[in-house]
């Protein structure tokens, strides 16, 4: 029971570098999300998705880019990284939207830009 | 637009002590309110939730009651265990967008 599954775990970017976060669930979910944490602060929503070849922008989409070309992957690409861009990312997936259904939220991947 | 605002922590507890986390919102409408629970190591799990006024949402010994007149939404638990020591976000309906608004968390140690 995988759920959802993302990479890596860790990673230190040096500023200008880029990278690309994945994200995949096995539980045929619709929706996914990618949300931001910040030391302090709660949870901000990156971009989100309603399905394949789907997607929109959410709170705090500049610095990032995501696709969904299947249903399961739903990566988040970061593009010339900043240190504004350290945080923890979460990702999430549910079969209803949030606000009717329940989140299923990957363990996080904690990046660091210096 | 949307809000919630959540208890700063951390919060630190003795084994089987009584345990409320404040959770107030500022919405238009009746949005669902939601309780996540983060687990060392883990994901962000829905613990419970309440969607309209009055409900309460009950999970584990967690309880909370959608309070529209005091625009609040309290976390309590009647005896806490160790186990319960969590991060724990409070959340809401944030826009047309179907997506959540949450707050800070809150970090909760519960000592033996």
């Known amino acids: 029971n995988a759920g959802v599954t993302q990479t890596p775990k860790f990673r230190i970017l040096k500023i200008g570098q880029s990278m690309t976060l994945q994200c995949a669930q096995d539980?045929?979910?619709?929706?996914m999300y990618w949300y931001r944490q910040d030391p302090g602060m709660g949870l901000k929503l990156i971009y989100y998705?309603?399905?394949?070849?789907?997607?929109d922008k959410g709170e705090v989409p500049n610095g990032y880019n995501v696709s969904r070309s299947t249903t399961e992957d739903f990566p988040l690409r970061l593009e010339l990284a900043a240190p504004s861009q350290t945080s923890v990312y979460f990702c999430a997936s549910s079969s209803l939207r949030a606000n009717t259904g329940e989140l299923f939220f990957g363990e996080g991947s904690r990046l660091t830009v210096l | 637009g949307n809000s919630v605002t959540q208890m700063e922590g951390p919060v630190t507890l003795s084994e089987e002590a009584f345990l409320t986390i404040n959770c107030t919102y500022t919405?238009?409408?009746?949005?669902?309110l939601f309780w996540y629970v983060q687990y060392p190591g883990e994901g962000l799990q829905l613990l419970l939730k309440a969607t309209k006024a009055d409900d309460k949402g009950s999970n584990k010994g967690f309880e909370a009651t959608y309070r529209k007149e005091t625009t609040s939404f309290h976390l309590e638990k009647g005896s806490v265990q160790v186990s319960d020591s969590a991060v724990y976000f409070c959340a809401l309906d944030g826009s047309s967008q179907g997506n959540l608004i949450f707050g800070k968390g809150t970090k909760l140690s519960v000592k033996p």
């Open positions: 919405a238009t409408g009746y949005p669902s």
């Open positions: 998705s309603v399905g394949a070849g789907i997607t």
């Open positions: 539980m045929n979910h619709n929706y």
